[in-house]
Nanobody, 122 residues
Framework: QVQLVESGGGLVQAGGSLRLSCAVS????????MGWYRQAPGKQRELVAA???????DYADSVKGRFTISRDNAKNTVYLQMNSLKPEDTAVYYCKADKVRDILGITSYDYWGQGTQVTVSS
């Protein structure tokens, strides 16, 4: 069974930095896309950043130049380095693993972590 465990959230002042991690466990052979989403109170969940197994990245316009996504394929772990944080970055951040192939060759989609709170004070 595939499980995603996030860590690294917390409270930080505006202008500060945080690094989120998400470790994916299970009998995994490969993960095509890993990403970070966030959901602020009263708002829809939105894509923050995503990265393919080959290292191709995509970012929301609001975080370009401030956030960096990376992954360690050997560890099935994805990271989100968040710099120059703003109060509007406050949200619950969720990790997602998409198109996960297990050791039996079976592919499954859309696994989510439980979320980690990021709060940026002004």
């Amino acid at each position: 069974q595939v499980q995603l465990v996030e860590s690294g959230g917390g409270l930080v002042q505006a202008g500060g930095s945080l690094r989120l991690s998400c470790a994916v466990s299970g009998r995994i052979f490969s993960i095509n896309v890993m990403g970070w989403y966030r959901q602020a109170p009263g708002k829809q969940r939105e894509l923050v950043a995503a990265i393919t197994s080959g290292g191709v990245t995509d970012y929301a316009d609001s975080v370009k130049g401030r956030f960096t996504i990376s992954r360690d394929n050997a560890k099935n772990t994805v990271y989100l380095q968040m710099n120059s944080l703003k109060p509007e970055d406050t949200a619950v951040y969720y990790c997602k693993a998409d198109k996960v192939r297990d050791i039996l060759g079976i592919t499954s989609y859309d696994y989510w972590g439980q979320g980690t709170q990021v709060t940026v004070s002004s």
